[in-house]
């Protein structure tokens, strides 16, 4: 899919209240390529819609990059630690900058699949069994011991990454143990949770309503880095291909997903189905990805909202609800 641009362009009155627009794009993560790409799009799609906007690369210090430029409100383009994890958000909420998408907690906590999932869990939402282990003396028979516990294949993950980086399938105890010594490389933290064969969904929700929920499906092993940003033969199905209660069933999941971690403004939520037709949670990203090849202006696309809209949308919803610290 391509971003295709639209005639779309706010009124005089809408742009003079958005003033002037940073987006921050670029970060320190291991996303930053990803989000010079997200960010590049949404500061044509800002300027196409006529908003007054420019880009700041996160690059080193953020407050050094911050401080630079003048602005009055924040889109955060950033995907991945730094920029995703309620860290910039804290910088913005100490110089009283409005920003896009979720406050300092619920990135924070969105950021972490570990406690995302322990959350989930606690409110009775599905989300697959699992164990985290955090470096401190793992030894080789514990791998034998998870694997007799929730079955193989597993899906090996650090806690605090994105964009599929640093995850594995294992389907042996062997392959298990070099899946996670991987894993730890990017996050002490590594999750190892029973794996769901799919199809696969994502959903967008953007203002506490889900968009038009996406089928993905990938020839390679699973939606990889490469099938994500490179490949073309990733599939998207939209419509879905899921019946009508069932597609009802995974937006109204996704939405209390992205409610009980407390998210802002827009989301999107990563969905496995199993055999038996039953959803599970795999994860909330809060600061989803907004390239041409991205799922949000996809979904956005299909309802009938163009890319600039999109942006727009998601930007005006920081004139309505205050930051997070002046909401306590
Ligand atoms: N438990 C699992 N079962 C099956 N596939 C999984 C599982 N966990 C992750 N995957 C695959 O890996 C991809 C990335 O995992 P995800 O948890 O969404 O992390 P990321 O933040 O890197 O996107 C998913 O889109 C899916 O294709
Ligand atoms: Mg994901």
Not at 149 to 164: D, H, I, M
Not at 210 to 232: E, N, Q
Not at 233 to 252: F, M, R
Request: aromatic share 6%; charged share 25%.
């Amino acid at each position: 899919m391509s971003v295709v641009s639209s005639n779309y362009r706010v009124s005089p009155e809408l742009a003079q209240k958005l003033g002037k627009v940073a987006v921050l794009l670029g970060g320190n993560s291991a996303e930053r390529e990803v989000s010079l790409n997200s960010g590049s799009a949404v500061l044509n799609a800002l300027l196409n819609a006529g908003v007054d906007a420019q880009a700041i690369d996160i690059k080193g210090n953020p407050l050094d990059c911050i401080k630079r430029v003048e602005f009055d409100r924040a889109f955060i383009a950033l995907h991945g630690r730094g920029g995703e994890d309620g860290t910039i958000q804290g910088l913005l909420e100490c110089l009283n900058k409005p920003y896009t998408g979720s406050g300092i907690m619920a990135s924070a906590l969105a950021m972490d699949k570990l406690r995302t999932k322990q959350l989930w869990q606690g409110v009775g939402l599905p989300t697959p069994p699992f164990v985290s282990l955090d470096g401190a003396g793992v030894e080789t028979h514990y791998f034998e011991s998870i694997a007799e516990r929730l079955g193989l294949p597993l899906s090996v993950k650090p806690a605090r990454e994105g964009s599929s980086i640093g995850i594995k399938k294992a389907t042996s105890v062997d392959e298990l143990v070099q899946a996670y010594n991987e894993a730890a490389e990017f996050d002490a933290q590594v999750l190892i949770e029973k794996w769901v064969e799919g199809p696969e969904f994502t959903v967008a929700v953007l203002d506490g309503k889900a968009l038009p929920v996406i089928g993905l499906s990938t020839d390679h092993v699973f939606y990889d880095y490469d099938a994500k940003y490179l490949a073309d033969d990733t599939h998207y199905y939209l419509p879905s291909g899921l019946d009508a209660d069932k597609e009802q069933e995974i937006s109204k999941l996704s939405e209390l997903a992205c409610e009980s971690v407390g998210c802002k403004g827009w989301a999107r939520v990563d969905v496995m189905q199993d055999d038996a037709g039953e959803f599970w949670l795999l994860e909330v990203n809060t600061a989803p990805g907004m390239t041409d090849h991205s799922l949000v202006p996809m979904a956005a696309k299909h309802a009938g909202i163009t890319f600039e809209e999109l942006v727009v949308r998601i930007l005006e919803d920081t004139l309505k609800t205050p930051n997070e610290s002046s909401s306590l």
